[in-house]
């Protein structure tokens, strides 16, 4: 049977190391195969305002994460000034605010399944009174697009790998719903192990003519064995052995913000442990749905994965 389609912002997608195709159409056998958020102070008759870009000095633009405002991007809308924190929604997911009283700015992860065009997030007023609609523009992109031909039967999940991969999925909704405060104080991540960065965020690969889901992280190539370090201060929320990922870790920084690691061959944290920058996550492996040993680093904000290039100091 072929694997449910999972939203592009989910973290339970086929991940993977690169192909190195020797020519446009590459064939694989069954062993290496992979399943592959302003400002309120608006007039009331208006029924949405424009977002602005937030203005802010370049020494804290420089601790954020980049702007763009493309489907696996970040967007940095300003909220206009205000005595306190107001709060930020897309749809019924809560957006990480940050900033102070001079200018406070939300902070919008893109799922890679948006469409270019306009978006909205809603504000409340801290002091209370009707939300006010900010609408922003999302403009396009075009990630790359791998069509490979594969031994028939190698992509599809039998019924009893289905049935565990849905249950993994569950799980991992609820691991990532999380919003918790203290909000990071910083944004710009160091790189989690040494080694070349793939520029694979966003490619999708079809399979046979069967389009999968696009690849939500960054692969870095690196031996089994090679430190996996944490690139901000969080806590461990989840770690396990999953069908596609094998070993992960879960990370949560605080507003929505969390980090993945994908294949390891040991995890060295609990879920509980609070963990500075630069601690000993795990290490590198080749567990779970891959073809060598990597590390599959994925980003998360507002439950949408976002291109982690976007956060690298």
């Known amino acids: 049977m072929r694997p449910p389609e999972a939203l592009s912002s989910h973290p339970l997608e086929a991940v ?7 020519s446009s159409t590459v064939r694989l056998n069954r062993r290496t195969a992979l399943l592959g958020a302003a400002g309120f102070l608006a007039i009331a008759a208006m029924p949405a305002l424009a977002a602005r870009p937030a203005k802010t000095s370049s020494s804290s633009t420089g601790a954020w994460p980049r702007a763009s405002q493309v489907p696996g991007g970040v967007a940095r809308l300003s909220l206009g000034p205000g005595k306190t924190r107001p709060a930020a929604h897309d749809g019924d997911i809560p ?16 799922p890679l399944s948006a469409q270019p065009g306009e978006a909205h997030i809603s504000v409340l007023p801290p002091e209370g009174g009707a939300s006010r609609e900010i609408s922003y523009t999302i403009a396009p992109k075009q990630y790359s697009v791998q069509r490979l031909k594969v031994a028939p039967g190698t992509v599809d999940l039998s019924a009893e790998d289905e049935a565990r991969y849905k249950r993994e999925r569950a799980h991992q909704d609820t ?24 520029s694979s965020f ?16 960054m692969d870095i190539a690196a031996g089994t064995g090679t430190p996996v370090l944490a690139p901000l201060p ?17 990370m949560d920084h605080g507003g929505g913000l969390l980090t993945m690691y994908c ?5 060295d944290v609990m879920p509980g442990d609070m963990v500075d920058t630069g601690t000993r996550l795990a290490l590198v492996g080749a567990t779970g749905r891959v073809t060598g040993p990597h590390l599959h680093w994925s980003v998360m904000l507002n439950k949408a994965m976002v291109d982690p290039a976007l956060f690298i100091d």
């Open 175 to 198: 691991v990532t719903s999380v919003f918790t405060e203290p909000l990071p104080q910083k944004f710009r991540m160091r790189v989690p192990v040494p080694g070349r960065r793939s």
């Open 16 to 22: 993977d190391k690169a192909f190195r195709p020797d």
């Open 95 to 110: 957006l990480l605010v940050i900033g102070g009283p001079k200018e406070w700015t939300a902070l919008v992860g893109i």
């Open 234 to 250: 969080g806590r461990i929320i989840d770690t396990g052995n999953y069908f596609f990922n094998g070993n992960t870790v879960w």
């Open 263 to 267: 294949h390891l061959s040991r995890i």
């Open 202 to 217: 966003g490619l999708r690969r079809v399979f046979n003519g069967q389009s999968r889901n696009p690849h939500s992280g």
